[in-house]
C-alpha cells in the first residue's frame, strides 16, 4: 500500500429543483409574489433540522371514488421552507370521468369547468416535478396520497416515494381533547386562527393546511420536536417525563463512539454506538425512538457516558466488548458470548466429534476445531455432514485401544468402524481421523463430493425433503468451516497494519494483533500517514499470542474485524516484519461461495423431462 496516494472520492454534486413549466391552465406562482411568514427559530442539529426542511403542503379535490381510479379534479400546493412560502401551484385536472352531483355541490366543481383542463398525463407530472426534492403535508395524507399514486400508476411512472407528514395525525397526537372537538381541517384552522378558511377547494386548503403545519410545530417545538425525523414519528406516547431527559445528552461529544445508559447507581442498562453520540442519544428521549424496551429504559437512565471513538470498526469494537463486559439488560444480542458452541475433533486414542463451549489449548494433542457455531442445533448439522463424509464413530464413551467392550447399534449394522470391539486399531483408524483433520482445517473437498453424491440421489429417487436436510446440514459444514478458517487465519498474525480511505480523502488506519483490534487512529487528507501509522504502533496494545486456533480477542469481534478488512479499498500497510496472511486453496470458502451460487437456482423440467438448474428470477 501507499498511504501517501489515496484515491480521490468524488463529491456528489447539489441539484437544485425548478418550478413546471406549466400550461395555461397550470397556475405557478413566481417567489417574489409569495405571502411571508416569520422565519422558524434555529434548532441544534439532530437529523434534518426542520428549518432547512422544504414542505409541500398538498390538496385534493377529487370525484370521491377508488384511488386506483385516479379521479383527480383539482391539485393545489404551497411550498414553504423556514416558515417561508416560496411557491404556490394550482391546476384543475380533466379525470375522465362525471363529476358526480354530490361532489360539485361540494367543491363547486361542475363538469363544464373540467372541459378545457389539462389531463391528467400533464397535471400529475407537473406537480410532481413542483414537488420533487420536498416533503410532502397533507391533512389526512393517506387519502391524498393514494390518489397521486393510483395516478402514476395509471400514468405508468414511479411514484417518487416522498417523505410524508399527516397533520390530522399530528393533531390527533399534539392537541388534547378539550382544546378542539376533532381535528378536521376546517376546526383545526379556526382554533390555530389561519389566514385562509377551507372551503373544498384545494389551493385554499392547502394554504389553510400551511397554518395549520406551522402551528403544530411550534407546539411539538416545545416538547423537544426539532428535526423532520422527530416530526414525521412524532406520538404522543413520548411522556413528559421522558422528553425532560433530553438533558442527558447535552455533554456528550458529537463524534463516532460508544455510549453507555447507566441507571441511578451506575449499573449499564444499554450500550450502543454512532457516528455523532449526542444526536444519536437524544433521539431516546424523542418519539423517533420506537422500541417499546427503550421507552422503559429510558424511564430509568440517570446519566450516559460517552467514549470517543477514532474510527467507526473501533467503535464496533467496543461496542462488543462493553456488552459482554457489563450484560446490559436491554443489549440483545452479544451479551453472552460463552453461549457459543464448536464441533471438536477429540485429542484420544479413537478421536469422535463433539459439540463443546469451550477452546482448548490441545490442538498440539490432535485436537481441532469447527466454528462458532450460535446455536447447539447447527453445530450437530455440521456433525452429520463431517460425520456422513468421513465416518467416525459416534459413541460417546472413551475407548482404549488395550481393551474392548460390547459393540453399539450402529457397529452391528456396519455404520461405525467399531473399534470399541477391535474391529480397528489406532493405525487403521487413523486415515478417518486425518480426513476429519483436514476437512476441518483446510480441504473440504471430500465432505463436499460425499454429501453432493448423497444430494444427488436422493433427489433421484425423488426424497427431496430428505435432500434438503442433508443440504442445510451441508451449508451449516460448510460456513462453520470457512469461518474457523479464516478466524485461525487471522489469529496466527502477530501483527497487521491496514488503511481505508475515508469519504473526506483521508485515512482510517487499524493495528490488529492475534485477530484483537490493538489500535485506531485517522490521518488528515493531505496529511503524510507514515507519522500517523509509527505513533499508533508505540501506542497500540500489546496482544499476547492465544492459546489455541481462537483469536485474541472475542470471536465476534475478530469477525467484525475480518469484515473490515475485507471491505473495499483496504490497502495493508508495510511493517517492520512481512505479513503472511493466506487462506487454505481448498478451503471451506469457496464452497459456501458454490452454495451460495446454488442457492440461487432452481430446477426447472426440460421438455426431454429431464431436471437441470437455471438461475432463479
Not at 474510527?311 to 450484560?327: C, F
Not at 436491554?330 to 485429542?347: F, G
Not at 500497510?573 to 478451503?587: E, N
Request: charged residues 25%.
Amino acid at each position: 500500500m501507499s498511504p501517501a496516494d489515496p484515491t480521490p472520492t468524488p463529491h456528489e454534486g447539489v441539484r437544485r429543483s425548478t418550478a413546471p413549466a406549466a400550461s395555461a391552465a397550470l397556475r405557478v406562482e413566481p417567489d417574489h409574489l409569495a405571502r411571508r411568514r416569520p422565519a422558524q427559530p434555529t434548532f441544534d442539529d439532530l437529523g434534518t433540522p426542520l428549518a432547512g426542511v422544504t414542505f409541500v403542503v398538498v390538496d385534493l379535490e377529487t370525484t370521491g371514488g377508488s384511488p386506483a381510479d385516479a379521479g383527480i379534479t383539482e391539485i393545489g400546493a404551497v411550498k414553504v421552507r423556514g416558515g417561508e412560502i416560496v411557491g404556490e401551484f394550482q391546476t384543475l385536472v380533466q379525470p375522465g370521468v362525471p363529476v358526480p352531483a354530490f361532489i360539485a355541490v361540494l367543491t363547486g366543481i361542475t363538469d363544464a369547468m373540467l372541459v378545457d383542463a389539462p389531463p391528467l398525463a400533464v397535471a400529475v407530472p407537473a406537480f410532481l416535478e413542483f414537488a420533487t426534492g420536498a416533503v410532502l403535508v397533507a391533512h389526512n395524507a393517506p387519502y391524498d396520497v393514494s390518489f397521486l399514486k393510483g395516478a402514476c400508476a395509471r400514468l405508468g411512472r414511479a411514484w417518487p416515494d416522498h417523505a410524508v407528514v399527516d397533520t390530522a395525525r399530528l393533531a390527533r397526537a399534539v392537541l388534547l381533547r378539550d382544546e378542539v372537538r376533532d381535528c378536521k381541517l376546517g376546526t383545526l384552522a379556526r382554533h390555530f386562527r389561519a389566514t385562509t378558511t377551507p372551503n373544498h377547494r384545494a389551493l385554499s386548503d392547502a394554504r389553510a393546511t400551511v397554518d395549520v403545519l406551522h402551528a403544530l410545530i411550534e407546539r411539538v417545538g416545545t416538547l423537544g420536536v426539532h428535526s423532520l425525523e422527530e416530526l414525521a414519528t412524532y406520538t404522543s406516547r413520548v411522556t413528559p417525563a421522558q422528553r425532560r431527559k433530553r438533558h442527558l445528552a447535552e455533554a456528550l461529544p458529537d463524534s463516532p463512539g460508544v455510549y453507555v445508559f447507566r441507571d441511578d447507581q451506575g449499573r449499564a442498562l444499554y450500550v450502543g454506538k454512532s457516528q455523532r453520540i449526542r444526536s444519536r442519544v437524544r433521539t431516546y428521549f424523542t418519539a423517533s425512538e420506537t422500541r417499546t424496551r427503550m421507552a422503559e429504559m429510558v424511564g430509568l437512565a440517570a446519566r450516559v457516558d460517552a467514549i470517543a471513538c477514532a474510527t467507526p470498526l473501533e467503535a464496533e469494537v467496543r461496542e462488543l466488548r462493553l456488552i459482554g463486559e457489563l450484560a446490559p439488560r436491554y443489549n440483545r444480542r452479544s451479551r453472552h458470548p460463552e453461549r457459543a458452541v464448536w464441533v471438536k475433533l477429540t485429542a484420544e486414542a479413537f478421536p469422535r466429534l463433539s459439540v463443546v463451549r469451550q477452546v482448548r489449548a490441545d490442538t498440539d494433542a490432535g485436537a481441532a476445531y469447527l466454528g462458532p457455531f450460535g446455536s447447539r442445533r447447527t453445530a450437530l448439522e455440521a456433525v452429520e455432514a463431517l460425520q456422513a463424509a468421513v465416518g467416525l464413530r459416534t459413541c460417546t464413551e472413551r475407548i482404549s485401544p488395550r481393551r474392548t467392550t460390547s459393540a453399539c447399534v450402529l457397529a452391528e449394522m456396519g455404520r461405525c468402524p467399531a473399534p470399541c470391539v477391535g474391529s480397528v486399531d489406532v493405525e487403521g483408524y487413523a486415515p478417518l481421523v486425518d480426513a476429519a483433520r483436514r476437512a476441518l482445517l483446510d480441504d473440504v473437498r471430500d465432505v463436499e463430493r460425499a454429501l453432493l453424491e448423497r444430494l444427488r440421489s436422493l433427489s433421484a429417487d425423488l426424497r427431496y425433503e430428505e435432500a434438503a436436510l442433508w443440504r442445510d446440514r451441508l451449508d451449516a459444514f460448510a460456513r462453520g468451516a470457512a469461518r474457523a478458517q479464516e478466524i485461525a487465519s487471522l489469529a496466527g498474525i502477530d501483527e497487521l497494519v491496514a488503511a481505508r480511505p475515508t469519504a473526506e480523502r483521508g485515512w482510517e488506519v487499524h493495528v490488529v494483533r492475534h485477530g484483537r483490534l490493538a489500535g485506531a487512529t485517522t490521518v488528515a487528507a493531505g496529511v503524510d500517514p507514515r507519522p500517523a501509522v509509527d505513533a499508533l504502533l508505540a501506542t497500540a496494545e500489546r496482544v499476547e499470542p492465544p492459546e489455541g486456533p481462537v483469536p485474541a480477542a472475542l470471536v465476534e469481534e475478530t469477525v467484525r474485524v475480518l469484515r473490515w478488512l475485507e471491505s473495499d479499498g483496504v490497502r495493508l500497510v508495510p511493517g517492520p516484519r512481512p505479513v503472511a496472511w493466506s487462506l487454505p486453496a481448498h478451503g471451506a470458502g469457496g464452497l459456501v461461495a458454490r452454495l451460495l451460487a446454488a442457492g440461487r437456482a432452481e430446477v426447472v423440467r426440460l421438455p426431454s423431462g429431464e431436471r437441470s438448474l437455471r438461475p432463479a428470477g
